[in-house]
């Protein structure tokens, strides 16, 4: 119960700052004559319908049931579409402030009069494929309140393949959304604050090489399954390493005190054969191979 009232209250509050914005964003005639903004409260829309469902979703904890199961599908067709939208929908944001920062010509064209209802549209086809999609009876996701989280019902068909189209949405966005707003960041740092200097673009350069590992961190972070393969394949390397360390060890102790065997001068009594050192250098090559 704890849990749920919780949920309530959180998402009750988060709805409040984001209608605030929304209020000003659309009452200040210069801010909503601007795309950036009006994605700006496309954005905070897809927040809110979340929010809805979760301030929801915290009475099936209070009461431990989720009620009618259709409404418990629908708001699963509400939450993870407006999620799905709200990615792609930053996605397109980011993309819109590189341009005007970098190619203003560009943006120009991808971003003038009439072309909102292009990219507006864009982003609401994700949103319908989804929700049609978890609205069919192939697919489903739903909140669980033993588990305190939501769940695709994978006894369905077609629940797989829409969590895992999901996840490649969710996963790329983040990547592209950063190195979209790493460009933005750079062009703002270098407009307004770095010196053109070889510290500069060494730092600049590096913030580049850094980027190429950021979808690797993701997926180790948040894939388990890809998280226990790399990890059991490294292990499995080092073993392997260190075990043909060992033996090569081995082989050139074995080596080394047959060579000092044949340094030492011989005494009465001792015999130095050859033909026993001549087969230890075979042994020792074969070894190291």
């Not at 659309?26 to 809805?52: H, R």
């Amino acid at each position: 119960m704890l849990v749920g009232i919780i949920m309530v209250v959180v998402s009750a509050v988060c709805i409040i700052p984001n209608i605030m914005i929304m209020t000003a964003i659309y009452k200040d005639k210069e801010l909503f004559a601007l795309n950036s903004y009006k994605f700006m409260l496309f954005l905070g829309f897809f927040d809110i319908t979340q929010l809805i469902a979760h301030f929801i979703t915290g009475f099936f904890n209070v009461f431990e049931s989720v009620g009618d199961p259709v409404f418990a599908k629908s708001l699963g067709v509400i939450a993870t579409p407006s999620y799905v939208c709200y990615v792609v929908i930053t996605i397109v944001l980011a993309f819109n402030r590189f341009t005007q920062l970098a190619v203003p010509n560009v943006d120009e064209f991808l971003f003038g009069p009439g072309k909102l209802k292009f990219w507006i549209s864009f982003c609401l086809l994700f949103y319908f494929a989804f929700a049609v999609a978890l609205a069919s009876p192939w697919a489903t996701i739903q909140y669980v309140p033993d588990a305190w989280s939501w769940s695709y019902d994978y006894s369905l068909s077609g629940s797989k393949t829409v969590q895992q189209i999901e996840m490649v949405i969710e996963l790329g966005g983040i990547g592209a959304s950063f190195a979209i707003y790493s460009g933005v960041f750079v062009m703002l740092w270098r407009t307004l604050i770095l010196p053109e200097t070889l510290g500069t673009y060494l730092g600049l350069n590096f913030m580049w090489i850094l980027n190429g590992a950021v979808n690797p961190i993701v997926y180790f972070l948040v894939n388990a399954a890809i998280r226990k393969k790399a990890t059991m394949n490294f292990r499995s390397k080092t073993l392997t390493v260190r075990s043909v360390n060992t033996i090569r060890g081995h082989s050139q102790t074995a080596w080394t005190e047959n060579i000092s065997q044949l340094t030492v001068a011989p005494t009465a009594g001792t015999e130095v054969n050859l033909l026993s050192t001549r087969r230890t250098r075979r042994i020792f090559a074969l070894a190291v191979k």
